[in-house]
T-cell receptor
Framework: DAGVIQSPRHEVTEMGQEVTLRCKPISGHNSLFWYRQTMMRGLELLIY????????DSGMPEDRFSAKMPNASFSTLKIQPSEPRDSAVYFC?????????????FGSGTRLTVV | AQSVTQPDIHITVSEGASLELRCNYS??????LFWYVQSPGQGLQLLLKYFSGDTLVQGIKGFEAEFKRSQSSFNLRKPSVHWSDAAEYFC????????????FGSGTRLQVQP
């Protein structure tokens, strides 16, 4: 089991550019979560999917952020246009069920720096 | 309001000493409770979880946690800390076991002195 795979591990981009973060959940897991981690705000839930359908996107900061899950094995988080305040570590996690009782398996994260 | 609090931002202990990290929650019922550990540059790893039953739960790496309903707490403990335990520890709470995701505390950074 390769775990949750995120790419890229590091991304440096200029303000105004489009950024796409990618996630491959564990095979068989049907819930997928995107979290953002910053020193100031800690871990914040951005969005989560169950069976490829967005269930809660109330944490998406603004329209510049969008997330998709076209199939059970792939999800993207896109920021367009990016801003310096988007700099953070973005984590993807997956879980075998919709309920929270299973706990999550996290990827290693993507460290995004917007200059 | 539903919330989870980790009162200690940073804790330093000596290697071999005991450890207790605090976690408190605010909720009208008993939530599902979790502890995660994050090593530098890594994702979060699940240490242990509590759903119901025995209030003392055992986890990986020699950690345990005790749920105390009267105190709305779920403190993490380890009898003897190793240098490799230096990391950041997050308490997480599921306030709604159905459709809501986990809410994480702000974390406690553990430093281990030789």
């Amino acid at each position: 089991d390769a775990g949750v795979i995120q790419s890229p591990r590091h991304e440096v981009t200029e303000m105004g550019q489009e950024v796409t973060l990618r996630c491959k959940p564990i095979s068989g897991h049907n819930s997928l979560f995107w979290y953002r981690q910053t020193m100031m705000r800690g871990l914040e839930l951005l969005i989560y999917f169950n069976n490829n359908v967005p269930i809660d996107d109330s944490g998406m900061p603004e329209d510049r952020f969008s997330a998709k899950m076209p199939n059970a094995s792939f999800s993207t988080l896109k920021i367009q246009p990016s801003e310096p305040r988007d700099s953070a570590v973005y984590f993807c996690a997956s879980s075998p069920g919709q309920g929270t009782g299973y706990g999550y398996t996290f990827g290693s994260g993507t460290r995004l720096t917007v200059v | 309001a539903q919330s989870v609090t980790q009162p200690d931002i940073h804790i330093t202990v000596s290697e071999g000493a005991s450890l207790e990290l605090r976690c408190n929650y605010s909720y009208g019922a008993t939530p599902y409770l979790f502890w995660y550990v994050q090593s530098p540059g890594q994702g979060l790893q699940l240490l242990l979880k509590y759903f119901s039953g025995d209030t003392l739960v055992q986890g990986i790496k020699g950690f345990e946690a005790e749920f105390k309903r009267s105190q709305s707490s779920f403190n993490l403990r380890k009898p003897s800390v190793h240098w490799s335990d230096a990391a950041e520890y997050f308490c997480a709470v599921a306030f709604d076991t159905g459709r809501r995701a986990l809410t994480f505390g702000s974390g406690t950074r553990l430093q281990v002195q030789p």
